[in-house]
């Protein structure tokens, strides 16, 4: 089962899964890190600003889980434009060795192919950090996405569009359609984090964790994973039915069992 970690607050979660980011690169300075965008992630980008300072991250590698198809790479709400003012801009990464999918119209076929073959090309992913929608999807694998799907074009349902109207002037700005990292894609990085903060996202974390596999949740997939990390905060984790045996696990975790 997925490690579960309950924090009392986001500044918290951003912290541990910052400190093991950085063990990464210690151990490993191409790293490649899988990476996330929407409000969920951001104390963890947060916490590495005060962090990297102690490791060279100039050959951290790193691919966004998802794009926008259609949008402008310089439209501040692209997820290239967050990833670069989130991400590589405060912790200096170098710009090349980050990755977002292509949502350009003109290569918009075979975009979800090249992107697969960059991320296969590198080796893999070997962290990768996962918000959760409301709906329960995982990157934009919205509700009966595949377990086995690869890197490709979706049609955002409503919720998630006014989910991500706040980024927007207006619902009808945010795009109808994506290029999200599949099921399967997300499933063969090699550690998943997925957290997740506030009430809103306690049904998608308790159908996630605790809930049947089924395709009707896309975050229920990382139950077919053999390494992964939840972490939340007490609201998010309101709706788990074995929040206390998850505090007593790690309460009694072993002293050389790492995250
Ligand atoms: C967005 C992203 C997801 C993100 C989720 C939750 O639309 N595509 O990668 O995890 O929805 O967003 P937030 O963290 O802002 O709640």
Not at 224 to 252: G, K
């Amino acid at each position: 089962m997925a490690e579960v970690i309950i924090v009392p607050t986001s500044d918290e979660a951003g912290a541990l899964v910052a400190d093991e980011i950085v063990r990464l690169i210690a151990a490993r300075p191409d790293a490649v890190l899988g990476l996330a965008t929407g409000s969920t992630p951001l104390p963890v980008y947060q916490a590495l600003r005060s962090r990297v300072g102690g490791v060279d991250v100039s050959r951290v590698r790193g691919f966004a889980l998802d794009e926008y198809v259609g949008i402008d790479p310089a439209h501040p709400q692209s997820y290239r434009s967050v990833i670069t003012r989130e991400v590589v801009e405060p912790l200096g990464l170098d710009p090349a060795l980050i990755r977002t999918p292509n949502g350009a119209l003109e290569t918009i076929e075979h975009a979800g192919d090249d992107y697969e073959h960059a991320i296969a090309a590198a080796g893999g992913v070997d962290l990768q950090i996962l918000g959760i929608g409301t709906s329960g999807h995982i990157g934009f694998n919205e509700p009966g996405s595949s377990f086995a799907s690869r890197t490709r074009v979706k049609t955002l349902i409503e919720q998630t569009r006014q989910d991500n109207a706040r980024f927007f002037d207006s619902i009808d700005d945010v795009p109808l359609h994506c290029i999200t990292q599949g099921l399967g894609t997300i499933l063969d990085a090699r550690h998943l984090f997925l957290l997740a903060f506030g009430e809103n996202k306690a049904a998608a974390i308790a159908g996630a964790v605790e809930g049947p596999v089924t395709a009707s949740l896309p975050g229920s997939a990382i139950q077919l994973h053999p390494h992964v990390t939840v972490v939340v905060d007490e609201a998010a984790a309101s709706q788990l039915q074995h929040a206390d045996y998850y505090r007593y696990v790690l309460a009694h975790k072993p002293a050389w069992q790492g995250l």
